[in-house]
């Protein structure tokens, strides 16, 4: 018997993962690593289980590249169909991140061999003892429980059947299967005995599966035996960790006490102090390696899809450190953490250790702003609910909406007090919203059908489109009504792919219509729509169908120029920017692309550098059709979400640049001519948007700076070189005649000291004073106050900045509080100020109010 991945030493999942790994690749298997946590799989958000990445290789989409592998998979199970998030923490064993031990055969060996290699693993190298394993079958797999009983030797009494337990599909159509598992019997004190079948199920915990992919399942629920049947087997590396531990749970095995133990020490709380707070340890802890795994893998936080599942988990773990009482950044710490227990085996993860970090440090800065907000909103909603009332939905959505709290959070916060939310409440509060800020759209369907354009797609088939080669062609008028027509053949492209539909003409014997956008009005059916010129066209007319040429040029050169973009911003910013969205039209182009922060000036020049260096060189662009497979293979970058068929168009813009694009491009770089960033910003959470220009836009630019310059010079009366002196010389001289003017004021305005303090009634002056300053308006009231005779001066004015000022000096006998003078006068004027109590300025907005404001001061002097 083979020695080969025996598990030596402690039990540690470093040690079981080397052991698993030798052990399969030592009988003839491929050692594949770990693929990413985001799947080519558009039906699934994360990698869920060890079989995703090889996904092709059993439904026979692509063939297999050995027959035979071993993997350490990390896995994702958190939104959507696999969904664990709720329970981690709660429970001995959920997970959201979990590495999934797995062998397959790709059309290789079969039952035998699995079983055999299974068993042997498990009770020779891992030296599990083979009186406390049990083995199911499905109810119909007589050959498994024969395999198992005859050729492994597994006591017949310690077999057993399920059914759909024991079941496995891919999907409703598709490659099925019997499958069969291994349990570990946790011992009596877990519960009652009698199996997996019949005991109880904390006892007989599941360690091992093995699929026995056989059947094809027909949409007519017939099944027909695969041609190679093939093997796929998960084993949770944490459940056997658990099990060769002898420990309880999930959270008592060596890496997750390790992490558990740097969150006490963040925290200030012992792990085991109290349920409640080991709860919250085992959250951070799982979130941690989950949050820390995703965005090395690519994923950012964001409002949708994946991006919004990792913004939940991140939230919720900021969340539980601040019940643990927590008041700084920690997730940082924990990546940290993560990294330097995992580090070894996912080197991905050191590479990106200060990525994450950064994002992570910036994600949970922002959120401890909305949690100490919300939560005090929300605690106060909660004061004088008893359980099992429901807190109204109007309050779950105003703290959404208005606050940025989730839903999920305020929903797993009342429930810890037994408390439910309102769901229809906050669903009808949306409904209002939404109906509330819903503008008028345009009808973007025409007058055209469905139905009637459906009946064209029938008959005729998907429009052929010709204009990649042509400006101009012959076609055959399908269909036409007041505003759309479609033909049989068109050099018109097609809005998709963030590129604009065509402009131009159609043109009959009989009539004339001007092409104002062209559209997909269903799958490859293009629909141009149309304005009358003169005359009319009619079905099955031929037709002149031209684009507008200069137009589609100019559209060309941008839509080449984003993926130089694209390509730039990967080389100067990392591989994690992803395009998001674009828009590509005549006179600019826009690129959306996942980024953390803004660009500074230097990467803004950098990326324009490369993507200008690219155009001087001037290579051919190569825009071919070809497999999909193939042009992943060449390394084409393909975009999640985006529907992709067994053929496609492959962009080859120079050598840096290689993508899947089925828009209009140049034939060679050096068509684009200049690229110029013009524009670049926020346009949500995480997601970046740059405008930028190509061709004779640049140029036109250019002079239109230029222009402006000279202007600027010929005004401050400077050569255009010596511009940026001139103004500054200028703005000086500006600057010293104002305070000069200032100062002329402010002396005119202390000459009428004496004036205005012979007004004194009682000793006190009120008055409004016109052309001066906030600072001249101080100065002249305490030059009244010091005035023989004079207790207090109150001066109001509308200085030139716009607002409203007051201020009030009094002198030091006089009993009087400057402060106290101006209360209520200074809301009056629509401000405040830092009260004093011998000389108090305030400032407003609303200067309509200073008459009404300066009789309170009077009152309120007199009143003193």
């Not at 099944?223 to 796929?232: E, G, N, R, V």
């Not at 085992?282 to 949050?291: E, F, G, K, Q, V």
């Not at 964001?302 to 913004?311: K, Q």
């Not at 007319?541 to 684009?547: D, F, L, N, S």
Request: charged fraction near 25%; hydrophobic fraction near 40%; charge should be negative.
């Amino acid at each position: 018997m083979s020695t080969i991945g025996t598990l030596d030493g402690p039990v540690t999942a470093q040690a079981v993962r080397r052991a698993f790994v030798d052990f399969f690749a030592g009988h003839g298997h491929h050692h594949e690593a770990s693929g990413s946590l985001i799947p080519h799989d558009p039906t699934l958000l994360f990698t869920v289980a060890g079989m995703v990445p090889f996904k092709p290789y059993f439904v026979g989409e692509q063939p297999a590249p050995w027959p035979r592998a071993v993997t350490v998979q990390k896995c994702v199970r958190a939104g959507g169909k696999h969904n664990d998030l709720d329970e981690v923490g709660r429970t001995s064993r959920h997970l959201t991140f979990f590495e999934m031990l797995g062998n397959f055969s790709f059309g290789d060996y079969f039952k035998s061999e699995a079983c055999a290699f299974a068993w042997e693993f498990v009770t020779t190298h891992l030296g599990l003892d083979p009186d406390r394993l049990w083995i199911t079958v499905h109810v119909s797999d007589d050959e498994a429980e024969a395999i198992w009983r005859d050729e492994v030797g597994v006591p017949a009494e310690r077999i057993q059947r399920l059914d759909e337990d024991n079941y496995w599909r891919m999907a409703d159509t598709g490659p099925c299967g019997p499958c069969s598992e291994i349990f570990w019997d946790k011992g009596p004190e877990f519960g009652d005995d009698g199996g997996p079948a019949h005991g109880d199920d904390e006892r007989f915990i599941e360690i091992w599966n093995l699929v026995f992919m056989q059947f094809e399942q027909h949409a007519d629920g017939s099944m027909t035996p695969l041609p190679a049947p093939s093997i796929d087997t998960g084993a949770g590396l944490e459940r056997i960790l658990s099990v060769l531990d002898g420990v309880e749970s999930v959270w008592e095995t060596d890496e997750f006490r390790r992490l558990l133990g740097r969150i006490a020490e963040l925290s200030g709380v012992a792990h085991g102090d109290a349920e409640r707070t080991d709860v919250s340890q085992r959250i951070l802890a799982d979130h941690a390696r989950s949050s820390t795994f995703l965005i090395s893998d690519g994923v950012f936080p964001s409002n949708e899809d994946r991006g919004y599942v990792l913004r939940r988990i991140i939230r919720r773990a900021v969340r539980h450190a601040w019940l643990l009482g927590v008041e700084e950044p920690i997730m940082p710490e924990l990546v940290d953490a993560v990294v330097a227990i995992m580090g070894a085996d996912y080197p991905e993860l050191e590479r990106n250790h200060g990525f994450v970090r950064d994002v992570l440090d910036r994600e949970e800065r922002r959120f401890r702003e909305t949690l100490r907000t919300g939560s005090a909103i929300l605690d106060h909603a909660l004061d004088g609910l008893d359980a099992g009332a429901a807190l109204a939905g109007d309050v779950a959505f105003k703290l959404h909406d208005t606050y940025g709290f989730p839903l999920e959070l305020t929903e797993e916060i009342t429930a810890e007090r037994g408390i439910a939310v309102d769901l229809d409440g906050f669903r009808a509060a949306m409904a209002d919203q939404q109906s509330r800020a819903r503008a008028a759209r345009k009808d973007a369907g025409g007058a055209a059908s469905t139905g009637d354009l459906r009946s064209v797609l029938e008959e005729h088939g998907p429009t052929e489109f010709v204009g990649r080669d042509v400006d101009e062609a012959t076609a055959t008028v399908l269909y036409v009504d007041d505003e759309v027509v479609v033909l049989d053949r068109t050099p018109f492209y097609a809005e998709s792919g963030g590129q604009i539909g065509d402009t131009g003409v159609l043109a009959s014997d009989t009539g004339t219509l001007r092409v104002l956008d062209t559209t997909l009005a269903l799958d490859g059916l293009h629909q141009h729509r149309v304005e009358a010129v003169d005359g009319e066209v009619t079905v099955g007319q031929e037709v002149r169908a031209a684009i507008d040429a200069e137009r589609r040029s100019a559209i060309r050169r941008n839509h080449t120029g984003t993926h130089l973009l694209h390509s730039a911003l990967r080389r100067v910013l990392g591989d994690h920017v992803k395009q998001q969205g674009s828009h590509v039209g005549p006179d600019r182009l826009r690129f959306d692309f996942s980024h953390f922060e803004a660009l500074t000036a230097e990467q803004v020049a950098a990326v324009e550098d490369l993507a200008n260096a690219d155009i001087l060189a001037n290579p051919s662009c190569n825009h071919f059709e070809t497999t999909k497979d193939e042009a992943e293979a060449a390394g084409a970058i393909a975009f999640f979400g985006d529907k992709y068929g067994d053929t496609v168009r492959v962009l080859q813009a120079g050598p840096h640049s290689t993508e899947l694009c089925g828009g209009t491009h140049v034939a060679a770089l050096g068509d684009i001519g200049p690229l110029k960033i013009v524009a670049e910003g926020s346009i949500g959470s995480n997601i970046r948007r740059i405008e930028a220009v190509t061709g004779t836009a640049p140029i036109d630019r250019l002079r239109d700076a230029e222009a402006a310059l000279a202007e600027a010079a010929e005004m401050v009366g400077v050569p255009v070189d010596d511009v940026v002196d001139g103004i500054r010389r200028r703005l000086a001289d500006a600057k010293a005649l104002r305070r000069e003017l200032d100062d002329l004021r402010r002396q005119a305005a202390l000459g009428r000291a004496g004036e205005l303090a012979a007004t004194a009634d009682d000793g006190v002056v009120v008055a409004r004073v016109d052309d001066i300053d906030r600072d001249g308006l101080r100065g002249l009231a305490m030059a009244i106050r010091d005035h023989d005779g004079v207790r207090a001066a109150i001066l109001g004015a509308a200085p030139d900045g716009g607002g409203a000022a007051l201020v009030s000096a009094v002198s030091s006998d006089s009993g009087l509080d400057a402060g106290a003078l101006l209360a209520d006068a200074a809301k009056t004027i629509g401000g405040g100020g830092r009260p004093n109590p011998d000389v108090t300025m305030v400032g407003g907005k609303a200067p309509e109010g200073l008459d009404e404001a300066l009789e309170q001061a009077r009152s309120a002097a007199r009143a003193g």
